[in-house]
């Protein structure tokens, strides 16, 4: 006998994108990554499915005030590639902190993400903000403790 599954996927009336707000003073970058990933996929609520997009939108808040652990304020350093030979970019972490503390959080949330079109889809509903103000009071977000 042949188990037939049925793979859930919830309808567009189930879907409801909920906004919250996280203020990331003195937090673990990682820590804080990994939880407002999990929102951002929808993965704390009971409709979640793989294949849809069924997370919240998350305002992050005071970004330039993250923590590392250990030694990695001193030693980490972020890679990119302009796309020409030798192009090799690498900044330090400190020196990201100060001129683009939102990078930081952003690049560590996209890590954790799937690297695919429902990644992207997703990835759309993050704010981060450096600051303690952010635009998004008309939406009526949420605080979301991590």
């Not at 707000?21 to 939880?35: E, N, Q």
């Amino acid at each position: 006998m042949v188990a037939k599954f049925k793979t859930y996927t919830p309808k567009a009336a189930q879907i409801e994108h909920q906004w919250f707000v996280v203020d990331a003073t003195d937090k673990t970058l990682g820590r804080l990554a990994s939880k407002i990933a999990q929102v951002l996929r929808g993965k704390h609520k009971p409709t979640y499915a793989t294949h849809a997009d069924v997370g919240d939108h998350v305002i992050v808040i005071n970004a330039e005030k993250i923590k590392v652990s250990g030694r990695k304020a001193d030693q980490k350093v972020y890679h990119r590639h302009t796309g020409y030979p030798g192009g090799l970019r690498t900044t330090a972490f400190r020196k990201l902190q100060a001129e683009h503390p939102d990078r930081i959080i952003k690049k560590a949330i996209w890590g954790m993400l799937p690297h695919n079109t429902l990644g992207r889809l997703i990835f759309r509903k993050l704010r981060v903000y450096a600051g303690g103000v952010h635009q998004h009071a008309a939406q009526q977000p949420q605080s979301l403790e991590v």
